[in-house]
Nanobody
Framework: QVQLVESGGGLVQAGGSLRLSCAASGGIFSRSFMGWYRQAPGKQRELVATITPQSSTYYINSVKGRFTISRDNSKNTMYLQMNSLKIEDTGVYYC???????????WGQGTQVTVSS
């Protein structure tokens, strides 16, 4: 059974940085497409960034140039480096794993990121 555990969230002032981690177990991490999503209070969950098994990346426009998604297949871990944080980046951040042939996505429990002014 795949398990995803996020960590690294917290309270930070605007302009600050945080590094989120997503530790995966029970699946084939190196073959998986991975993603970070976030959900702000009262809003729907939205995609933030994705990374392919070959480490090709995608970012939504609002985080381009500020966030960096990466992965370490030797540690079965994905990261999200978040710099120049803005108040609107506040939310619960979730990691997602999709492995071709498995037939479903897996989600972590989320980690809270709060950016204050």
């Amino acid at each position: 059974q795949v398990q995803l555990v996020e960590s690294g969230g917290g309270l930070v002032q605007a302009g600050g940085s945080l590094r989120l981690s997503c530790a995966a177990s029970g699946g084939i991490f190196s073959r998986s497409f991975m993603g970070w999503y976030r959900q702000a209070p009262g809003k729907q969950r939205e995609l933030v960034a994705t990374i392919t098994p070959q480490s090709s990346t995608y970012y939504i426009n609002s985080v381009k140039g500020r966030f960096t998604i990466s992965r370490d297949n030797s540690k079965n871990t994905m990261y999200l480096q978040m710099n120049s944080l803005k108040i609107e980046d506040t939310g619960v951040y979730y990691c997602q794993q999709n492995t071709p042939g498995v037939g479903r996505d897996y989600w972590g429990q989320g980690t809270q990121v709060t950016v204050s002014s």
